[in-house]
């Protein structure tokens, strides 16, 4: 049973994502695992890639390292196996379109159905291209999710009136990183897609800290974490229980304040 609609139920949500396989992927279940008991309400884990274009330096060098560690998509299932040993929480894929390919839509969707992935995001399959994996994923009971950035004006209400899950609104024009500024007019879009749909909306690309993630939260349904996340398994390696736990609860509870 797909577990998407309960991650908005518990006020704000906040959504965190970690590299599968960075450093190693005894530690991505240990972290994911953290991340629940911290309060994150859905786990994105990322599927190495050689060539993550949408990603800023941070997550680039996650994927190499990761990768560089023999991280492979079936690898990927492995870590979701060992979760679901333990945690019902939700979670979804982020990866981008060729390691689907490659696999194969059929199996990947199957692998995702059985294994209780609930939603997949991939920032380089466009809107008008996602129904070539829709109906493998539907099969199975994944939710595409959709991606709506700052330019997407025109087509906001198409991509919004399609949308299953939740829509993934991304805060700035260029890759992900950390920022110290967000200036985009997100009210005025999370308005449009309000318009068309109520499928809840989490803002993800460039949110750090929880004076950012309370502004963002009181703007949609919830936020989107990463490259905060992936700098803290950067530096701390296989030994970043604490200060992961510590910051995903620090983002959950400004996230509950918005």
């Given at each position: 049973m797909?577990?998407?609609k309960?991650?908005f139920?518990?006020?704000?949500?906040?959504?965190?994502?970690?590299?599968?396989?960075?450093?190693?992927a005894?530690?991505?279940?240990r972290?994911?695992?953290?991340?629940?008991?911290?309060?994150a309400?859905?786990?994105?884990?990322?599927?190495?890639?050689?060539?993550?274009?949408a990603?800023?330096?941070?997550?680039?060098e996650?994927?190499?390292?990761?990768l560089?560690?023999?991280?492979?998509?079936?690898?990927?299932?492995?870590?979701?196996?060992?979760?679901?040993e333990?945690?019902?929480?939700?979670?979804?894929?982020m990866?981008?379109?060729?390691?689907?390919?490659?696999y194969?839509?059929?199996?990947?969707?199957?692998?995702?159905?059985?294994?209780?992935?609930?939603?997949?995001?991939?920032?380089?399959?466009?809107?008008?291209?996602?129904?070539?994996?829709?109906?493998?994923?539907?099969?199975?009971?994944?939710?595409?999710?959709?991606?709506?950035?700052?330019?997407?004006?025109?087509?906001?209400q198409?991509?919004?009136?399609?949308?299953?899950?939740?829509?993934?609104?991304?805060?700035?024009?260029?890759v992900?990183?950390?920022?110290?500024?967000?200036?985009?007019?997100l009210?005025?879009?999370?308005?449009?897609?309000?318009?068309?749909?109520?499928?809840?909306?989490?803002?993800?690309?460039?949110?750090?800290?929880?004076?950012?993630a309370?502004?963002?939260?009181?703007?949609?349904?919830g936020?989107?974490?990463?490259?905060?996340?992936?700098?803290?398994i950067?530096?701390?390696?296989?030994?970043a229980?604490?200060?992961?736990?510590?910051?995903?609860?620090?983002?959950?509870?400004?996230?509950?304040?918005?």
């Open positions: 797909n577990k998407i309960q991650v139920e518990n006020g704000k949500a906040f959504i965190g994502f970690l590299t599968a396989g960075d450093p190693d005894e530690s991505t279940v972290y994911i695992l953290e991340m629940e008991r911290a309060g309400d859905l786990i994105e884990i990322g599927v190495p890639f050689s060539d993550p274009t990603e800023g330096v941070v997550i680039q996650a994927s190499i390292r990761a560089r560690g023999g991280m492979t998509t079936d690898g990927v299932f492995k870590i979701v196996e060992k979760v679901r333990s945690s019902h929480v939700p979670l979804a894929l990866t981008y379109l060729n390691p689907v390919f490659h194969g839509y059929e199996k990947f969707f199957a692998r995702c159905g059985a294994l209780g992935v609930d939603a997949i995001i991939v920032p380089d399959m466009p809107y008008e291209e996602k129904g070539e994996a829709q109906e493998a994923a539907a099969k199975y009971d994944v939710r595409i999710i959709s991606l709506i950035a700052p330019t997407s004006k025109e087509r906001i198409m991509i919004a009136g399609e949308a299953e899950g939740f829509i993934y609104v991304v805060s700035s024009l260029g992900t990183g950390v920022r110290k500024e967000i200036n985009t007019d009210d005025s879009i999370v308005s449009s897609i309000r318009e068309a749909t109520d499928v809840p909306c989490a803002i993800g690309f460039g949110i750090s800290t929880p004076q950012q309370k502004k963002m939260a009181a703007s949609a349904d936020v989107i974490v990463g490259s905060a996340i992936v700098k803290i950067a530096q701390y390696g296989d030994k229980e604490k200060e992961i736990y510590e910051y995903v609860k620090s983002m959950k509870e400004a996230c509950l304040q918005a």
